[in-house]
Every structure is written in C-alpha cells, then in structure tokens.
C-alpha cells in the first residue's frame, strides 16, 4: 500500500463562512462550497477548491464533534489533519494495521463528507500529524464533493 494525491488538507475552525472568507480575500481563493452540515460526523464543511487539492475547513456541531476538543485547546483554529487517496481503503486500513499504526475509532472506514470511504491514522504514528486515508474517489468526482 502507498499513498496517493493529496486530496486535502482539513484546518478546523471556529466558523466555516468567517474561515473561508480570508481564504477568498486574503489568498483569492474564492472558489468554496455552501456550508453543509453533516450531523451524523459532528461537523459542519466548507471546501475551498485550489487546482490540485482542497481546504475543508471544518467546525464543532454541538460538544460531541470530533474537532470539539481541538478547537478548545487551539480557540483560533488551526491545521487538523491531511488527507491522502488510496486506490483500495481496506487495503490501506490492513496495511496501517500489519505496519503497526493505530487506525482510530473501531478500525471500519466510514463514509466522510466527500462522500467516500475515509480512515484516520493516529498522529502519534506520523511525528503528530493527524492522517487521513480516503478511497479514491472515481474520475469525474473528484473537486465535486457529496
Ligand atoms: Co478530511
């Protein structure tokens, strides 16, 4: 198993709309998705689009969200993970686990807001970054998020 294209890098952030207008008036990168919630993971997404990736700025719904405690210890914000394609995620999530990395939650990969099939690495296996491994998404899908 090897990594793929990054897919994105995931910033957490107090509010999503506040967070993706510095990335269009600071950066120009005005190309961004409406918010959308996403209940069942806890968060509520923007995706600003760059020719070869994309910033999902995430934030807490409700103290139960997995960037609740993140956003308590770094109030302003800040980068919360990177996610990398891999061509078979099960695959991926065995490898992770046959190579001695911690594949958080129960292990299962769950479908994340891009609308495919997403793994998290623990941190403390990559020097403190919080990895992401998502299933390719098919050729016309991708920069186009469920
Ligand atoms: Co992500």
């Given at each position: 198993m090897k990594i793929g294209r990054l897919n994105h890098v995931g910033v957490a952030c107090p509010n999503v709309e506040a967070a993706a207008k510095v990335y269009a008036e600071l950066?120009?990168?005005?190309e961004a998705t409406p918010a959308k919630d996403f209940a069942h993971l806890g968060v509520r997404v923007v995706f600003v689009s760059l020719p070869n990736m994309q910033i999902e700025l995430i934030e807490p719904?409700?103290?139960?969200?997995?960037i609740h405690k993140f956003l308590e210890k770094n109030p302003a914000g800040g980068q919360h993970h990177m996610c990398f394609e891999v061509a078979d995620i099960i695959a991926a999530r065995d490898a992770m686990i046959a190579r001695g990395a911690r594949v958080l939650g129960t292990g299962e990969p769950y479908i994340g807001a891009h609308g495919v099939p997403v793994i998290f690495v623990h941190p403390k296996d990559t020097g403190g970054v919080l990895v992401e491994l998502m299933q390719a998404p098919g050729e016309g899908d991708h920069g186009d998020p469920a």
């Open positions: 950066y120009g990168a005005s719904l409700g103290e139960a969200s997995p």
